[in-house]
Each structure stands twice: as structure tokens, then as C-alpha cells.
Nanobody, 126 residues
Framework: QVQLVESGGGLMQPGGSLRLSCAVS????????IGWFRQAPGKEREAVSC????????VYADSMKGRNTISRDIVKNILYLQLDSLKLEDTAVYYC???????????????????RGQGTQVTISS
């Protein structure tokens, strides 16, 4: 059974940094791709970044390109998202999701996935 549990969100001032975590169970991170997404109130969900299965190839969407870094710990089976230079408009619920596909393909770009976590709230405020 696939379970995704996020943590690490919080309240941060503009320009700050946060590191989010996604604890994964039910599959190994070196088998399937997994991505980070976000959804702000009243807005569509959007892809942030993704990391592939075996080779760990990363893909970054335009939403936060240059201000986020996705990584993983295969041993602990934890996915990370480093967020830097945060802006007010980055306020959203951030969550990890997977379609149990080896690569960051159209499922990531179109935010169509089989499993997702409940998310962690990131609030940017001065």
C-alpha cells in the first residue's frame, strides 16, 4: 500500500528557505518517479519538480524553476524539496505524488497521478 507523508512546512518571511520532506512507503524511490506539486487557495494545482526512478533524473517545472531543488534518500526512502528565495506567491499546500511510472513523464506535467500525500502548508508572509 502506497503512503506518502509530507512534513516541514510552516510560516516563513519572504526571501527565506524551507526544506520539505515526503516519507514514502509501499514502493522504493529508485523504482518509480515521484514529484512535488502545490496548490494555492482558489488556484489550480501545479507541478513543481520531479525525480525519476532508477537514474534519478530531475525535471523542474516553470512554477519555481531556479528556486527549488528536489532530492531523495534511497536508503531512508524519503523525498526532499529545498525551497529558496521564497515569495509571497509561493504560499500553498505542497504535496508529493506519484503515478508509479519510471520517469517524470506527462503525468507530472499534467498533474495526473495515482497517489498523493495530504500535503504540508507553506505560508510566506512579512
Amino acid at each position: 500500500q502506497v503512503q506518502l507523508v509530507e512534513s516541514g512546512g510552516g510560516l516563513m518571511q519572504p526571501g527565506g528557505s524551507l526544506r520539505l520532506s515526503c516519507a514514502v512507503s509501499g514502493f522504493s524511490l529508485d523504482h518509480y518517479a515521484i514529484g512535488w506539486f502545490r496548490q494555492a487557495p482558489g488556484k489550480e494545482r501545479e507541478a513543481v519538480s520531479c525525480i525519476g526512478g532508477s537514474a534519478g533524473r530531475t525535471v523542474y517545472a516553470d512554477s519555481m524553476k531556479g528556486r527549488n531543488t528536489i532530492s531523495r534518500d534511497i536508503v531512508k526512502n524519503i523525498l526532499y524539496l529545498q525551497l529558496d528565495s521564497l515569495k509571497l506567491e509561493d504560499t500553498a499546500v505542497y504535496y508529493c505524488a506519484t503515478d508509479r511510472y519510471p520517469a517524470c513523464a506527462s503525468w507530472f506535467k499534467n498533474a495526473r497521478y495515482e497517489y498523493r500525500g495530504q500535503g504540508t502548508q507553506v505560508t510566506i508572509s512579512s
